[in-house]
């Protein structure tokens, strides 16, 4: 079965996040391990890497994956591209320190570049960082998206074209969010959608490069290319498709990340949404 958690705040220092998680039922969480919102990276103290790791030796969390910087565009021009690429390395040196393998990332926008120009472009400065960072294990977990504009990773098939500009590069992987998907125009809502998503995600990325989900439900219609997350059960994608998710032998001990409102039922109500679903 897949590792039920969510994304934790880190606010009071990175160690609280573990506390959290272990109020919340978390069996795996998602954290930002820096301010998302700025450029500047802060060194990591050995206090707080040394915090992190004791914490962790307590905690009921099984694994711990990292988002990135919503400013990073790897798809940019120049000084936003070289920003976007140091700060990708630094966020793979800040997990490394942490022992967190895997870093979520937005693949970026295509902004005034055809799409085929804009996929070579982020696969040429993802090849750069790995190689930055060649005496790392953290892996970079590319995000699906909803579509909107000109954002990268909204049909999956770019995906495939990106692991073919990288030469399959095994530090490349991939991270799933269901209702992004959705939003993108893939069906999931019936056993056999959900089958053939899969399958498709199999075709393009390979079910063994697939290390992280997203999990939360949508306001939204299928294909609308809007981002809007709801909690389970309440919006248009329904149940059954998280149903299938957690009990899915494929995904065995893989994260499964709440990324749903914190307002109303917030993590705690869902997470317990998710254990009725595994029959607990």
């Known amino acids: 079965m ?3 958690g969510a994304h934790i705040s880190v606010a009071g220092g990175l160690h609280k996040a573990y506390q959290r998680a272990d109020a919340a039922g ?29 914490t962790s030796k307590g905690s009921s969390v099984k694994k711990v994956v990292s988002h990135a910087s919503y400013l990073i565009n790897l798809g940019g021009n120049g000084p936003i591209r070289e920003k976007s690429e140091q700060a990708l390395i630094s966020e793979l040196e800040r997990c490394s320190q942490l022992s967190i393998g895997d870093v979520v990332l937005h ?15 982020v696969s040429a400065s ?39 500009h990288v030469e399959g ?13 959705f939003a993108a125009g893939y069906e999931m809502r019936t056993h056999e959608s959900y089958n053939r998503l899969v399958d498709l995600l199999d075709k393009h990325v390979g079910i063994e490069r697939i290390h992280c989900w997203h999990l939360s439900d949508s306001k939204m219609e299928r294909g609308s290319k809007k981002d809007r997350h709801q909690h389970l059960g309440e919006g248009t994608i329904g ?5 299938m ?9 893989i994260p ?25």
């Open 2 to 4: 897949a590792l039920i």
């Open 26 to 54: 978390c069996e795996a969480m998602q954290i930002f391990t820096r301010n998302q919102r700025q450029w500047l990276n802060v060194p990591l103290s050995f206090r707080e890497i040394e915090e992190f790791y004791r």
């Open 107 to 121: 693949p970026g926008f295509a902004l005034e570049d055809t799409w085929e120009d804009a996929l070579a472009k």
């Open 126 to 164: 993802l090849l750069k960082v790995l190689e930055a960072t060649s005496d790392m294990k953290v892996r970079i977990l590319l995000e699906t998206m909803a579509g909107q504009g000109s954002v990268l990773g909204g049909d999956i098939s770019e995906f495939s074209a990106i692991l073919d």
């Open 169 to 181: 590069h095994p530090r490349i992987g991939f991270c799933v969010d269901i209702c992004h998907v």
């Open 239 to 243: 149940l059954e498709p998280f149903s």
């Open 245 to 253: 998710l957690v009990n899915d032998a494929r995904f065995e001990n």
């Open 256 to 280: 499964a990340i709440l990324e749903t409102p914190k307002e109303g039922m917030g993590d705690e109500g869902n997470i317990s949404v998710l254990r009725k679903l595994r029959g607990e």
